[in-house]
């Protein structure tokens, strides 16, 4: 399977400030739940293209993960199989929460939809309901 390219953009990192972090984070968070994973992962890579420090890693977490949802979708086992041990390592220093995120839920929901489907030898599962990031809502955080 090819590799994904990214689009070309005119995004300038300097001119993306807080407010529109949150808009590009709440739009990610949007597509991810509708199953749109690779629109998903281009509004995260906005917010890690202008995020510095810690906070880059968790958004590279949050890309790898709808990327690694992005390729079981078109029944690329390998390329999920990939971004699955990445997006947990990038997403372990953020846990229990991060940004409003209850990042244990989501490592737990995507352990849980994805193991299954990822095991070698194993076939494709069509059961299940995938990770959602709008409904793991982080208390106090």
Request: glycine share 12%.
């Amino acid at each position: 399977m090819p590799r994904i390219e990214p689009e070309e953009q005119d995004f300038d990192p300097e001119s993306f400030g807080p407010e529109e972090a949150a808009a590009a984070f709440a739009a990610g968070k949007r597509l991810f739940d509708a199953g749109e994973y690779h629109a998903a992962h281009e509004e995260f890579e906005r917010c890690w293209l202008a995020s510095e420090g810690g906070d880059a890693d968790f958004y590279k977490g949050l890309i790898q993960a709808s990327i690694c949802l992005y390729h079981l979708g078109r029944d690329n086992v390998e390329g999920a199989r990939k971004l699955y041990s990445g997006h947990r390592r990038l997403l372990a220093a953020f846990l229990p929460s991060h940004a409003g995120l209850d990042v244990s839920g989501f490592l737990a929901a995507m352990q849980t939809y994805l193991g299954p489907r990822l095991r070698p030898g194993s076939a494709p599962a069509d059961a299940g309901i995938p990770p959602s990031l709008g409904n793991l809502s982080a208390a106090g955080d």
